[in-house]
């Protein structure tokens, strides 16, 4: 690599002011971003992000599912691109980090490159997928996840939110839905910047994680129907309440958790109790499990142990539950080759780093699975995310943006 490539550092304040402009797009009182996939709000910063590419000289293809690609050439455009980027979307009370630090620094890593006149071999590729987050649209990750043939893009345009709004609909509505079939824009290698979202790297005052592995997610959809009656006149042993059944599965998942941990974990997000009212004893509640594991022997632990518990609590209550697992994404090793790369990358610009695995789901988990992928990980506050509090430093954003350019210009190589 020449001299010139080899010292190449992105603009730090340039990417710190991209992530503030864009903050504007769904900002919340408390500073952070609701931003829901395919929303009005994701609308505006995917407008504002495909002319921030074309004005880098990118051009920018939207696929079926709404996923953007926006492809710098390279000087062997027989090559496949190295793919780099994240999400824009948020959860409903996300940050302004989670997702958008990976794409909007992917587009500095291409401002950088044009600044400096460098041309690299293989050709890049920005890549904004549609809903990584699932809060809006389950599953998690769903566009890369059809993007790998996991699921089809019939399939995914079919999945409804809570209002019974589809995804094609939900595309159709921002004007989103792109002519490039899903899969069509190949990728050689991919990979993704992000906030580690957990509290490791800050604990151990490491600048980069060096992520070899992440996690397999088990969700399921749950519903329990009790019996409604009076709260009044119904004797406590005639009750079948939904809501106390309810609670004792949130008890069990947390035991059942604790149970295999370190390397478990799980929540119960949502719950909506049908026709709520004070004096009514809940006859129906709607809920879901999130549980997750790095270990494919524990997930099979953890859905057993949920199951049993499940089984256990509702005939000792006379309830009916049923849960049926929507998602399990197993758990990911990534490439070895790229996980070296990126450790190079950290190294020769002389930052700190320790090789970590991924709590959350990501992207780059679903193509790991089809082509090399690797992801760098830079400190949060607190290890805090899903949080309109999410933080982060401009240094340590800037030190990952850095990690990203140089990795990506190992796998693509310089033209001379
Ligand atoms: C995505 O943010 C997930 O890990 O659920
Ligand atoms: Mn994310
Ligand atoms: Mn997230």
């Given at each position: 690599?020449?001299?010139?490539a080899s010292?190449l ?37 995917r ?23 926006a ?20 959860q ?8 958008i ?17 460098i ?10 997928w549609t ?12 566009a ?23 995804v ?12 490039t ?18 509290p ?7 600048t ?20 409604e ?23 069990a ?27 009514v ?18 997930m ?29 994404k ?27 695995t991924?709590?959350?789901g ?38 990952g ?10 796998l ?5």
């Amino acid at each position: 690599m020449s001299r010139a490539a080899s010292n190449l550092q992105i603009d730090s304040a340039r990417l710190w002011d991209t992530i503030h402009e864009t903050a504007k797009f769904g900002r919340t009182p408390k500073g952070g971003v609701r931003r829901l996939t395919l929303s009005a709000e994701d609308k505006q910063v995917r407008d504002w992000f495909r002319k921030a590419c074309e004005g880098a000289g990118l051009e920018v293809k939207v696929d079926a599912l709404g996923s953007m690609f926006a492809l710098r050439k390279g000087r062997d455009m027989s090559k496949p691109p190295v793919g780099l980027g994240s999400h824009l979307d948020t959860q409903p009370t996300g940050g302004k980090y989670d997702g958008i630090l990976g794409t909007l620094a992917a587009l500095e890593v291409v401002r950088t490159l044009n600044d400096a006149g460098i041309e690299t071999e293989a050709p890049l590729c920005i890549v904004n997928w549609t809903n990584e987050e699932g809060s809006r649209f389950a599953p998690a990750m769903m566009a890369s996840a059809a993007y790998v043939g996991d699921f089809t893009t019939d399939d995914i345009l079919s999945r409804k939110d809570a209002e019974g709004v589809t995804v094609g609909q939900a595309l159709d509505g921002i004007g989103y839905r792109g002519t490039t079939p899903v899969g069509a824009q190949k990728l050689g290698s991919f990979v993704e910047l992000h906030i580690e979202q957990g509290p490791i790297l800050e604990a151990e005052h490491k600048t980069i994680g060096v992520v070899d592995s992440g996690q397999g997610v088990l969700w399921y959809d749950g519903k329990i129907t009790g019996f409604e009656s009076h709260a009044g006149s119904t004797p406590m042993p005639l009750r079948r309440d939904a809501l106390a059944t309810l609670a004792e599965i949130v008890l069990a998942v947390e035991t059942i958790a604790k149970k295999h941990g370190p390397k478990a974990v799980g929540t119960m997000g949502e719950a909506v109790i049908a026709n709520p009212s004070r004096n009514v004893i809940p006859g129906e509640i709607a809920f879901t499990a999130d549980l997750r594991s790095a270990d494919d022997a524990i997930m099979n632990a953890l859905d057993r142990d949920l199951r049993a518990a499940v089984a256990e609590i509702a005939g000792k209550r006379k309830v009916e539950v049923t849960l049926e697992l929507i998602w399990r994404k197993p758990p990911t090793h990534f490439d070895p080759k790229l996980v070296d790369a990126v450790q190079n990358a950290a190294e020769m610009l002389g930052y700190s780093h320790r090789r970590i695995t991924s709590g959350a789901g990501h992207d780059a988990c679903n193509l790991n699975t089809r082509i090399p992928t690797a992801m760098v990980f830079v400190p949060c506050k607190d290890g805090v995310s899903h949080n309109e509090l999410e933080d982060a430093t401009q240094s340590d954003c800037a030190a990952g943006a850095n990690v990203l350019l140089h990795t990506v210009l190992a796998l693509t190589g310089v033209a001379s």
